[in-house]
């Protein structure tokens, strides 16, 4: 059974960092691509950064552009998530998905193509 495990989240000030974890199990994370998406109360689900399956390939949302960065270690069947000059606008749990997409360069931040997902792990970004 398939099994996505999120980590890392806690209290930050703004202008701080985390790096958050997701921890697969039960099916082959390399042929999967693997997207990072957050929901701040009252708001809908955004993605925010995604991995394609070949060559690593990375898309930010305008939002993290230049602050988030996304990396897989396959080896360890983990994905990560590291958020820097965080804000409070960057409150929110943070879900990891995977998407079925064998040796490709592409990867989407669009909910609805997602097969796996995790439960989540909260970040609150205040003073």
């Known amino acids: 059974q398939y099994q996505l495990v999120e980590s890392g989240g806690g209290l930050v000030q703004p202008g701080g960092s985390l790096r958050l974890s997701c921890a697969a199990s039960g099916f082959t994370l390399h042929y999967y691509s693997m997207t990072w998406f957050r929901q701040a109360p009252g708001k809908e689900r955004e993605g925010v950064a995604c991995?394609?399956?070949?060559?690593?390939?990375?898309y930010y949302a305008d939002s993290v552009k230049g602050r988030f960065t996304i990396s897989r270690d396959n080896a360890k069947s983990t994905v990560y998530l590291q958020m820097n000059s965080l804000k409070p606008e960057d409150t929110a749990v943070y879900y990891c998905a995977a998407d079925f997409l064998p040796y490709s360069t592409t990867c989407k931040l669009v909910e609805d193509a997602m097969n796996y997902w995790g439960k989540g792990t909260p970040v609150t970004v205040s003073s």
């Open positions: 991995i394609s399956t070949s060559d690593d390939i990375t």
